[in-house]
């Protein structure tokens, strides 16, 4: 059944997908009472992520992270709409009602500089929200040569720099923190050519990170060589780790990221993340499926597979990465889910997740994501009775989980042995 606009607009979880895919309108008045200045790819914030974006707090405290670039948007049904102080997001159709939303101003972060090395934060991280995530080094092996991965838009824009002092990232986190309710920090790293898959550069900056703050780790990276890096990875202070596959399909896959798919390949990143499942707790392992980019059938089959296995598939609509529509591209099809099929695979995310019993409280705080927690939203009354069932059975299924509890863990499971000396 197709939903109405009036369904879409009092579901915070159909209003954030439909915000996230098809952008928001910002037109006219409400354009100029924005607060700050519409960032359309002219200011720090946009080098790093999509360019033109506006956070919003949904209603039930739901953060989106939603287009506003003209460009982008100008099919979009959706408008902004403001009075006074009050903020709606309301669509064209004539009886078509208000949601009222909060806006959140542009974070101070964007307009800072790091004391050390002088470089724009905006060009080394984003926040939004609750969500931080910070990349010390931009370089990549694979930027410069036909094996970059073809939705990537890092290293266009932006000058390549080596790993920044440690302290530059600490002051950063410092930043983002005195403005935003951070739990955790995200850091990542491209590929190096080296057999950890990269973690080794950003061993610092954790053990800095984690010396300095009460906070989590999260570090996205390719999968290393051998597992060996994997049990020091979480030994060096990660409380998660991504390896994100980006799509199911396998010649997809090599299709739009050549070079994971040529130098690691697809069997190695699936090794990767079972076993750092028997490292990491649950909860704390999580792969990429890029919806949109593949058949919705191929999308749901690594959702449940990467659920099986323990690892948290996390589910992004795709939408265009600094301005550039990667499905524009002749040789890339396109695959547009229905908003009606994005509910119900949302829906069997939540039953997969549930089913495994797996954590969720490592990937609840992502503004630029429908989350595994927010797919509650898409159950219907089975997803609200269970949310007030871990409630009252004190379950962290969702819930924000404990940087001191993750130490605490790691204490207990870790012990020096030399592991990959030189």
């Known amino acids: 059944m197709t939903l109405a606009v009036a369904q879409i607009l ?24 924005l607060p700050g200045t519409p960032r359309f790819g002219a200011t720090g914030h946009a080098l790093f992520g999509s360019a033109g974006d506006l956070d919003l707090e949904l209603p039930r405290g739901t953060f989106a992270t939603v287009p506003i670039e003209p460009r982008l948007v100008e099919r979009s049904p959706y408008r902004l709409v403001h009075d006074g102080d009050v903020w709606a997001v309301t669509a064209d159709a004539a009886d078509a009602p208000r949601t009222r939303v909060k806006v959140v101003p542009p974070s101070s972060f964007f307009a800072q500089r790091t004391a050390e090395s002088g470089v724009p934060f905006g060009q080394i991280g984003t926040v939004h929200g609750p969500y931080l995530a910070l990349s010390p080094t931009n370089r990549c092996q694979f930027l410069a040569t036909s094996d970059r991965c073809r939705f990537c838009g890092v290293g266009q824009k932006v000058a390549a ?56 780790v999260a570090v996205d990276a390719l999968p290393p060589k051998d597992d060996g890096w994997i049990d020091r990875t979480y030994g060096m202070g990660a409380d998660a780790i991504s390896y994100n596959l980006e799509l199911w399909d396998p010649a997809l896959f090599a299709q739009i990221c050549p070079g994971p798919a040529r130098v690691i390949g697809r069997e190695r990143f699936l090794e990767a993340l079972g076993y750092a499942t028997t490292v990491f707790p649950s909860g704390g392992v999580n792969c990429h499926l890029i919806v949109g980019l593949e058949p919705l059938a191929s999308t749901r089959a690594g ?8 690892v948290v598939p996390v589910l992004p609509v795709y939408r265009p990465f600094k301005g550039r529509d990667l499905r524009a591209d002749g040789d890339v099809a396109r695959f ?17 997740v549930r089913r495994e019993k797996l954590g969720l409280g490592l990937v609840r705080d992502l503004a630029t994501v429908t989350t595994p927690v927010e797919a509650r939203l898409f159950s219907g009354p089975e997803g609200l009775f269970r949310r007030l069932g871990h409630r009252l059975s004190g379950t962290r299924f969702g819930r924000r989980t404990s940087a001191r509890l993750s130490d605490l863990r790691r204490a207990l499971r870790v012990r020096e042995v030399g592991l990959l000396d030189p």
Not at 337 to 349: A, Q
Request: hydrophobic share 45%.
């Open 336 to 352: 547009e889910p229905t908003l009606e099929e994005l509910r119900d695979l949302y829906r069997d995310l939540h039953r997969a």
């Open 303 to 310: 959702m449940e597979a990467l659920a099986r296995m323990g």
């Open 10 to 33: 009092a579901h915070p979880g159909f209003l954030k997908l439909e915000l996230m895919r098809r952008g928001l309108r910002v037109e006219g008045d409400s354009l100029a009472a």
């Open 161 to 216: 720099h080596d790993a920044l002092p440690v302290d530059d990232i600490v002051e950063a986190v410092r930043v983002a923190r005195a403005e935003h309710d951070v739990n955790m920090v995200h850091l990542s790293v491209g590929w190096l050519g080296t057999d950890d898959g990269g973690v080794q550069v950003l061993e610092p900056y954790i053990a800095a990170i984690k010396r300095h703050f009460d906070i989590l």
